[in-house]
């Protein structure tokens, strides 16, 4: 079954510094979703993409944050400048379709860690 | 109101049991519905869509209220391997699927 994968898996950074994560969603997929995990809190909204473009944001999405479909199969989360709070499970996501019954498959995660 | 709320649990409950799990949303224009479950420190995995109809996947019932807003969970014959966190998503917009989730139940399935 096709799958959505992240990479790195676990991220140490110090705060301060920028991280990119790194999405290949699945291949057919045209929707992308960047999701985030605080540990022990819900699964929070952060951005949908397609055709290049933002789609929707989440008020969390400020101006540290950054996507990007650098080529026809990788989307990257890129957070500039990050702060102890960002520490969390991230979780890119990819439907086939933007309306109906087209379910998000998500990928298992990158854990970040900022110290 | 949140946009999506359930209730946290814990559901703590035998094997073989019946359980139930709420979920309410709060926005009427919402179209699309799914229950996901979620393992500890894992990413969510789709567990069943929910249809107007209300659908049947094995041993799990989902339903769907849009009157008072609200989709449920049913799931009998409880086993050991339920046990998970059970996430509802909810799309923000009827045209979108842009899902919103609720905090999760966390049942435990014991022996």
């Known amino acids: 079954e096709p799958e959505v994968t992240q990479t790195p898996s676990h991220q140490v950074t110090q705060m301060g510094q920028e991280v990119i994560l790194r999405c290949v969603p699945i291949?057919?997929?045209?929707?992308f979703y960047w999701y985030r995990q605080i540990l022990g809190q819900k699964v929070e909204f952060l951005v949908s993409?397609?055709?290049?473009?933002?789609?929707?944001k989440s008020e969390i999405f400020d101006d540290q944050f950054s996507v990007e479909r650098p080529d026809g199969s990788n989307f990257t989360l890129k957070i500039r400048s990050t702060k102890l709070e960002d520490s969390a499970m991230y979780f890119c996501?990819?439907?086939?379709?933007?309306?109906?019954?087209?379910?998000?498959?998500f990928g298992n995660g990158t854990r970040l860690t900022v110290t | 109101r949140k946009e999506v709320e359930q209730d946290p649990g814990p559901f703590n409950v035998p094997e073989g049991a019946t359980v139930a799990f709420n979920c309410t949303y709060s926005?009427?224009?919402?179209?699309?519905f799914f229950w996901y479950r979620q393992d500890c420190r894992k990413e969510p995995k789709l567990l069943m869509s929910?249809?107007?109809s209300g659908n049947e996947d094995g041993r799990f019932t989902a339903q769907l209220n849009r009157a008072s807003q609200y989709i449920s969970l049913l799931i009998r014959d409880s086993k050991l391997s339920d046990s998970a966190t059970y996430l509802c998503a909810v799309n923000s917009r009827g045209n979108n699927n842009d899902m919103r989730f609720g905090a999760g139940t966390r049942l435990t399935v014991k022996p």
């Open positions: 929910v249809y107007s």
């Open positions: 291949s057919n997929h045209l929707y």
């Open positions: 996501a990819s439907s086939e379709l933007n309306r109906g019954l087209s379910p998000l498959h």
């Open positions: 993409f397609y055709n290049n473009e933002i789609s929707e």
């Open positions: 926005n009427s224009a919402s179209q699309s």
